[in-house]
């Protein structure tokens, strides 16, 4: 399979490392990183060891074939941006699959892609970007992938095929929109306390204020997604993100990182995305639209 990985941070490059292991993978990210990795290959270290020369590509615009899967791993706030530029290499047959954080990709993609075209995805895998050509995988997790209408194509049962032979634990869902509720339900709980208190996440359990400060968000998250036909508990949803906490309570989230490098955040497509839907719905989101606007300012 032809495939093209467009944001090759962190998560982008981990999964273009396995996948190249039997794929044909071209990894199009900044600079400084496809030049290390053109020079050196790509280095993958902690949870998973490997070392692959694969293709790196600083443009889309230097990628002379149409890919057979074309997935996007950029920041949400990039993705008209990505999507935009990528259109230069889809074709009919290429399908594009949203791998991202936050609850507006689809949406954005949809303005210039058919959605026939798009499918979705969430994974548990923690990545680190350590330092250009080297990223760190520092847990282990799972990805689900789906059709927007929830059919169990050939397209996605071939990919999700793919991702498995390629050590990429996936299974496949048919509601995949639920799976991205539940992912940005539990990110919206851990990331921006995390990085408003500059702390790993396991301190949000430690912590008893913080703590039902995280219960609160996964209220209102839970109430918000539900108005979109999610159908969740909310103390199922708060016993998750717990579990999520318990199991990364070294980690530091992506928010807390981009905060640490300077680098814009993601809050609006979450947390900001919440709030939205929810005054929309006349659904109480105060926890949600107090740390949306602390962490705008910084980000």
Not at 243 to 265: A, C, E, F, P, W
């Amino acid at each position: 399979m032809n495939i093209v990985i467009f944001g090759a941070g962190a998560i982008g490059s981990l999964f273009g490392g396995l996948l190249s292991k039997i794929h044909n993978i071209v990894l199009i990210g900044k600079f400084s990183h496809v030049e290390a990795i053109q020079k050196n290959g790509l280095k993958i270290i902690g949870k998973t060891q490997l070392n692959v020369k694969t293709h790196a590509e600083k443009r889309v615009n230097n990628v002379d074939f149409s890919p057979d899967l074309l997935i996007l791993t950029v920041k949400s706030y990039d993705t008209e941006s990505a999507i935009k530029q990528a259109r230069k290499i889809i074709d009919d047959d290429t399908v594009v699959l949203s791998l991202q954080n936050g609850l507006d990709n689809i949406e954005t993609m949809k303005k210039y892609v058919d959605c026939k075209k798009i499918i979705a995805g969430v994974t548990t895998h923690g990545a680190f970007f350590s330092k250009p050509g080297i990223v760190e995988h520092t847990g282990m997790g799972d990805t689900i992938l789906g059709e927007l209408d929830g059919k169990k194509t050939m397209r996605i049962k071939n990919i999700v095929t793919a991702f498995n032979q390629s050590d990429i634990s996936t299974s496949l869902s048919e509601e995949i929109t639920k799976e991205i509720w539940i992912k940005a339900i539990v990110n919206s709980s851990i990331n921006p306390l995390t990085a408003f208190f500059q702390c790993k996440n396991g301190y949000l359990w430690d912590n008893p204020i913080l703590k039902s400060i995280v219960k609160e968000v996964c209220n209102e998250a839970t109430a918000v997604a539900n108005t979109q036909g999610a159908d969740l508990s909310g103390q199922k949803m708060f016993d998750k993100t717990v579990d999520v906490i318990k199991k990364t309570s070294g980690n530091y989230s992506s928010m807390l990182q981009s905060l640490k490098r300077g680098k814009k955040t993601e809050i609006a497509s979450i947390n900001g995305k919440i709030v939205d839907i929810g005054k929309m719905h006349d659904v109480d989101t105060l926890i949600n639209e107090t740390l949306t606007r602390l962490i705008k300012p910084i980000c």
